[in-house]
Each structure stands twice: as C-alpha cells, then as structure tokens.
C-alpha cells in the first residue's frame, strides 16, 4: 500500500535568510557559461543559445550565515513497500532522501544539515539528495525557494505528489509528478515543462543527484568516451581509462575537480548506474526525451576537500550524477513555440555480484542494463509515461502548500490581455506583497507611490512588462517608475538607456538604489571615477544595511578603491550585524593589506578562528589569494625571497580545486 503524508523533520541548518536589497545587477561567476568550446562536427552542442548575462528580475539569496542550529523543514513523503522517499517543499522540492527498505539503506547522499553556499544562480545553494535545475545553465533560480505543492490519485488509486512553479526568466511553467506506484520497486518522476510563448525559448533541464563519495565506488553507463571539463575548455576522453591509463570509472580516481558528460548512443537505454565496493548500487534512467548523463566530482586536492567540508558536515564527501535535455551543461536545447516537453525518470536500487560490475568495463555495462531491465524495462516506463499523461499529469490536483504568487499574477496579466491561460489545471494561487506594485501597474497604469527610504520588493523585466512600464504617462512618472525602467534597460544590457534612467530618478528623488544602478553600469563601461562615486553614494544613503554595503563595496573592490571602500566601511564597524559578516570582513582585510596595514589585517583574518566568507563562490579564490598576498609581503619585509609553491595555506583559506598535494 502506497501512502502520501505531509510531515516536518527536524535537521541541522544555517539561517538561509532574507533577499539582498538590490536585484542581480552584477554579474556572478558561472563556471558552466565561461567555458571556451571547440567541437567536432558530429557534436551537435547548441553551445551559442540561452546564456543570460544577468538573472533579472531575481534578487540574490545571499544573505544566509553559517550559525547552525537545529530548525524545522517541512517534508512530503511517499511511501510503499519498498522505498520512502523524502522531498522538501521548501527547498525547489528536493527528493532529501529515497530509502531502500529492501536492501535497509539509503540510496542517495543525505546530508545531515543545510550548509548552504554560493554555488547558484541567486546564490544560495546546498549539497544532498537530488535537485531539480530547470530554464537557465546553472543551479536554478528556484533551488532554495518554496514550490507550490499538490495531492492526487492516479486512476488507479495511487497517491501522487506535485510540485509546480512559474519560472520568470523563461517564462514557463515546469511541472513534477512523483509516484511510487503499489508494489513498484523505483520512484517515477514525471516532469512536464510548457512553453506558453508563440516563439522559440532556450530550454534546460539537469537533475542532480548526489551520491556519498566512496573509495572503491564505481559509476557506470552506456558510454565508451565522455566531454570533460578542461583547462582550457571543452575536453574528450575515453572511458573507462583517460588518456593517462586512469580508470575514470572510479570518482576518486580524479584528482581535480571535473565535469565528465557521457556520450551516449542516441538509440541505447539512456541510465546512470552507481556502485558502491560490495555491489550494492543506484540507478536513475529515464524515457527517450533526456539525453544527457554527467559525473562532478570535487577531486582529491586540499581546496576539494574545503569544499566538502564546507558544503557537508563532519568528513562526509559526495559525489553527483545528473541526468539532463542536452548532452552537456554549457547548452540549452532550443523549445518550439507553444510545445510541452514531457519525460519520467525513474530512480531505485541495484544489487550486483562485485566481480560482474567492476573490472571489464563492457561486461559492467552489460549487467547493469540487465538489472535495470529486470527491476522495470524500458517499454515498461514508456507506457507508464504515455498512459500518466491522461490518468496523472493533466489531472487537477488539491495544492496544500502555496509558492510565491507570480504565477497568479502571470494568470491576471494574461487575462487582462485575453491571452490564453497557463496550464488550467494548475492552481497558483494568490497575489503576495511582492507582486503588489505589478498588480497596481496592471490594475490603474501607474506605480503607487514609494519611499525612498523602503527597499523595492521586486522587479518585472519581460517584453510584456516592459511595454507596461513605459507606457506609463510622462505625468505619473517618479523616481520609483525611473528605477523600473533603468532595471529592465540593464536586463537587455541596454547600459546607455539605464544610465539615463537611473539619472532621471536620482533627479526625480535622490534614492540609493538609483546611485547603485548607475555604480554597476559605470562599472561595466569601465568608468572609474563615476562607479565609485555612486558606490559612495549607495552606502551613504542606504545606511546600515548588509547586503547594501556588500554589494556596492564589490565595485569598490572591483576598482582597487581600497581607501575608499575602507571609508565607508569603518563607521559601521560597531554595528554588530555588519562586523560579523564575512564578506564585508574580507573587504576590510584586503583594503589594509594592499594599504600595507599587515599587522591590523592579520589580526580580523585570524579572528575567531579565521574568517569565514559564508557566499564564497564556487570557483572564487580571493581569500585564498588574499592569504599568499599577505605571506609575500610579510617575507618581502623581511628581506625574504617568496616562493608560493613551499606554502600551504591553512585548510580554511584554500578553496583551489586543483589538486597541490
């Protein structure tokens, strides 16, 4: 018997915190989108499509810590038989964990807390279980957001759980049915994205599955090469051996962090299979549409083994597999007007005989796609995808937790325009306070009015709302309508028009986040003088707020204003909240050292054990640079010669993930 119950658990977790008060004007480091790509003519990449430059009209998650206690998540959970699996709403609806009561293990690698970091799209990001990555390359927008959430029956009486979101970037609805049918042996997972646009959108799809990291564990699919993360790059190597005789079959084999993306025969089963060293295993395959399988891995290095101790508690360590539309994660996959692309992935557990899974490599495959054929064949999934989408994926489902209220505000703008609705059987609620200026723009042709002094809720920067805000009327245009408008021209990367916007609302009103907008365009017009004033000027006038002094303090960064930044740092340095932070700490740290103030700087960098940066980026390496930049002057000082490569930064500081030992 099959059951579907809404729970909480309790669990170790940082505070994920509030929104940064500025929206993603500032481009992140996305290590997906900087790859240099050279292929062959049968590789068929769409490697020139859906890069966004900026991820307007979110506003970052970044403002999470890393003070742990324990807290409450809430929890669905599906029940039969043979599996429990755990998803949190919450959370872009993450399966936490997919038990095996069979086999009396767990299949996935559950992390016993939320560490979260600065691997996503808007920041915030958190390693475990398997992660839903829709729209845009990268670790989804919605990834550390709640989902709305649904219950229903199947036609024959199976319990369903549903969640679905209306993602602002694509503009489409996505949509996931989870079932574990009575007597089935795996979870299915029936995903549904919908293109409701009369013209061709970039598309993506990655599920990321995260598995404990093992010596002697094995992945296994139906490959002989894979594309891989390189230097200088897009790579190719064979498999199960690299061109270095390395079986890269075995994760720990790889020293250096890296990204192998399988390339798999169009017309073979398309799986991921997962051993550990006694044979017990976990697969994920999937009907025809999801092409891709993929391997990360954190390597073997000391920056690797930071980022598992900083993503995972105690000396956990995980590995990921991902199943995704394209063959890689550097593409989109171009979506037809007004097309649903539909597919069921299926995840469970396998139990081999060591020697038939490890060793030859042909034969490891040859048994693994025997036991995923046993535990449910290919035309098995195919028929269920194809009977669920009348009996599961277009059924009304009854919502018991709500997501934000965008889609309903999506739904009243296209009513109001009679265009058609999104997908009607799907409840999106109602209006929250952060769609309250839109619905007021809908509702009377205007903004309401607002003061300066308050941090603008959200931002609305498609076609269709640009074409809103700028047939407002000259008469009830104000700072706040201005600031809309310079935010919409910086999301087409229009520098020249937001420039002229934002001046036109600090000369409406003199707000901060006006100065801010024109900091960062003067930024990327590479206008020193005028980024760091308005920089100057955005903390002045937001004064006391984190994330403000975070964000404008970057571009002083970004221009070497170490005098500067310093200036508008030091008189909020009592203030507790902004003293603890570890951001806004590194800014002080590195000011000092490139003023030459090493004593002083040395003394916050080691404080309290060493500071800690809570939204470091996957891939940034200022603090560990900071560190070597700091030794060489100290030795210089001394009259010393400075050779890097005799130190070692402490373990804390070294985010490399080139392996150094």
Not at 13 to 29: N, R, V
Not at 184 to 201: D, K, Q, Y
Not at 390 to 408: N, R
Request: charged share 25%.
């Amino acid at each position: 018997m099959t059951n579907l119950r809404f729970e909480t658990m309790s669990i170790e977790s940082a505070d994920l915190g509030g929104l940064s008060d500025f929206p993603s004007m500032y481009k992140e480091l996305n290590l997906q989108s900087q790859r240099e790509i050279s292929l062959n003519e049968d590789d068929e990449i769409f490697v020139d499509i859906g890069k966004v430059p900026l991820v307007l009209p979110y506003r970052q998650r970044s403002l999470y810590n890393r003070e742990f206690k324990e807290r409450k998540v809430k929890t669905c959970i599906l029940e039969n038989d043979a599996l429990k699996a755990v998803f949190m709403p919450d959370y872009g609806g993450r399966l936490w964990s997919l038990f095996d009561k069979k086999g009396n293990r767990e299949l996935l690698y559950r992390n016993d807390c939320l560490k979260f970091g600065n691997l996503a799209l808007r920041n915030a990001w958190f390693s475990g279980g398997v992660e839903w990555n829709v729209g845009l390359i990268g670790h989804t927008p919605l990834t550390c957001e709640t989902l709305h959430t649904a219950q229903l029956t199947d036609d024959s009486g199976n319990p369903v759980l549903r969640f679905y979101a209306f993602e602002r970037i694509r503009e489409i609805v996505y949509q996931m049915d989870f079932c574990l049918p009575e007597g089935s042996n795996v979870l299915l997972a029936r995903i549904r994205i919908r293109n409701p646009h009369h013209n061709t959108i970039p598309m993506y799809w990655w599920s990321n599955m995260a598995l404990p990291e093992d010596k002697g564990a094995r992945v296994v699919v139906p490959a002989n090469s894979s594309f891989m993360s390189a230097d200088k790059g897009i790579g190719y190597t064979s498999l199960p051996f690299d061109e270095n005789g390395v079986d890269i079959s075995y994760p720990t084999n790889t020293m250096d962090s890296k990204d192998y993306f399988y390339r798999i025969n169009p017309r073979k089963r398309k799986y991921i299979a997962y051993y550990q060293s006694d044979g017990s295993g976990f697969f994920q395959t999937s009907t025809f549409r999801q092409k891709g399988r993929k391997l990360f891995v954190w390597g073997q290095g000391a920056g690797s083994d930071t980022w598992q101790h900083w993503l995972n508690n105690k000396d956990d360590r995980y590995v990921e597999l991902q199943a995704g539309l394209g063959q890689t994660q550097y593409e989109c996959i171009p979506m037809p007007p007004l097309a649903a692309w539909e597919w069921t992935e299926a995840y469970g557990a396998l139990q081999a005989e060591p020697s038939s899974v490890f060793g030859d490599w042909q034969k490891a495959q040859n048994e693994t796609l025997r036991q995923i054929e046993s535990v449910i064949g290919e035309e098995e999934l195919e028929q269920y995808h194809e009977k669920s989408k009348g009996s599961v994926t277009l059924k009304k489902g009854e919502t018991v937790i709500f997501g934000d209220g965008w889609g309903a505000l999506e739904q009243m703008r296209r009513k109001t325009n009679n265009e058609q609705p999104l997908e009607p059987h799907l409840d999106f609620g109602t209006l929250q306070d952060e769609q309250s200026d839109w619905f007021c723009l809908l509702e009377h042709g205007k903004f309401p009015k607002k003061d300066v002094k308050d941090t603008p809720q959200s931002y609305c920067v498609s076609k269709v709302w640009e074409q809103k805000v700028n047939n407002i009327p000259v008469a009830d245009r104000d700072w706040y309508t201005y600031y809309q408008m310079g935010v919409i021209a910086m999301s087409k990367t229009d520098w020249q028009d937001a420039m002229q916007y934002f001046a036109k609302s600090i000369e409406s009103e003199n707000n901060g986040w006006a100065h801010y907008g024109l900091a960062v365009v003067s930024c990327y017009l590479d206008d020193r003088e005028k980024s760091i004033y308005h920089a100057k000027q955005t903390i002045n006038l937001c004064k006391g707020r984190v994330s403000v002094i975070r964000d404008a303090g970057k571009l002083l960064l970004h221009f070497n204003a170490y005098k500067e930044l310093l200036s508008v740092i030091e008189p909020y340095v009592l203030n507790d909240e902004i003293a603890k932070d570890g951001r806004i700490g590194f800014y002080r740290v590195k000011s000092l050292a490139e003023l030459n103030c090493i004593e002083k700087a040395e003394e916050i960098l080691y404080n309290n054990g060493g500071l800690i940066i809570p939204d470091i980026r996957e891939g940034e390496l200022s603090i560990t640079q900071l560190w070597f930049d700091i030794e060489q002057k100290k030795a210089e000082s001394r009259g010393e010669t400075f050779d890097s490569k005799k130190l070692k930064p402490p373990a804390q500081f070294d985010f490399r993930l080139k392996h150094t030992n």
